[in-house]
């Protein structure tokens, strides 16, 4: 698979939609005020690509077993009380059986998967995913976006630097007997590239909490900026969005340096002051 980008997706389904670029104003939900003003907020939304459903599909939970239901589909579906406990992409098999090479066939990901925990259920994109060398994907529902009724994803980090496989999701049904729709024109996942170094013992360990007396005076003097009355409101609410712009718009995009990717054998890499 091709490295050269930050994220490379693979469309293993030929119809599932691309991955999109996340958008500041989350498709139009944040208030025009929000997206002028906030640019903490407007930051965390764009930060990464929504990913969609490869398939308009509904399930159903009824405090015990799961089924599901697609456009052309027989009513509805068993998922839980099969044998596999599985479900495949419509139609899907018999073309994954002629891309792949020989050794792979009969061994098509599954669609839909139940899972042991109450409600529980994997839902696979179609897509594949893979980083960089010492980046990860963080997967975790849509930033910003209204939650989808009756569904909640779980969050994971994926090291797909190391790791091939289908890119998927672990979500709960939390509503009992009222379908849960999934479309293909909303997402419902947002997958957002993180540098390993992040999340690692030696940066998440870096921290401590202080007390007001050990602040200085030039400490006080930009709190001050911040809380100190301003004639001016509008200027007032825009100026952190203007200090970040500013700053972006002078930074280069450099390649991290080596001592930011994680060592050969998967340990961290030990870290470099200069960061």
Not at 63 to 91: M, R, V
Not at 156 to 165: A, R, S
Not at 208 to 221: H, K, M, Q
Not at 225 to 231: E, G
Request: charged letters at 20%.
């Amino acid at each position: 698979m091709p490295r050269d980008h930050i994220v490379d997706f693979t469309r293993l389904v030929p119809d599932a939609q691309p991955p999109k670029r996340a958008d500041r104003s989350a498709a139009g939900y944040l208030p025009s005020r929000a997206v002028r003003y906030c640019e903490a907020l407007t930051t965390a939304t764009s930060y990464g690509y929504w990913v969609f459903p490869p398939l308009d599909i509904q399930l159903v939970w009824d405090g015990e077993e799961i089924f599901w239901s697609y456009a052309g589909a027989d009513g509805w579906l068993p998922l839980t009380g099969t044998e596999s406990q599985a479900a495949q992409f419509p139609n899907y098999a018999d073309l994954f059986d002629a891309t792949v090479p020989e050794e792979l066939r009969g061994y098509s990901p599954p669609f839909l998967t139940a899972m042991p925990e109450i409600g529980g259920v994997q839902i696979w994109t179609g897509l594949l995913a893979r980083t960089r060398p010492g980046w990860s994907l963080s997967v975790r529902p849509p930033v910003n976006l209204p939650t989808i009724p009756g569904f909640m994803a779980w969050e994971g980090i994926v090291e797909t630097d190391i790791w091939t496989g289908p890119l998927f999701t672990n979500a709960r049904l939390t509503r009992t007997n009222l379908p849960v729709l999934l479309r293909t024109d909303t997402p419902f996942l947002q997958v957002q590239p993180i540098p390993q170094v992040a999340f690692s013992d030696q940066v998440l360990s870096s921290y401590r909490c202080g007390e007001a007396s050990e602040l200085t005076g030039a400490d006080w003097a930009e709190l001050g900026h911040v809380l100190l009355p301003n004639p001016d409101r509008e200027a007032r609410q825009g100026q952190y969005a203007v200090k970040v712009r500013k700053r972006r718009s002078s930074s280069l995009i450099v390649e991290l340096p080596d001592s930011a990717v994680p060592d050969q054998d998967g340990t961290p890499a030990r870290l470099n002051p200069s960061l």
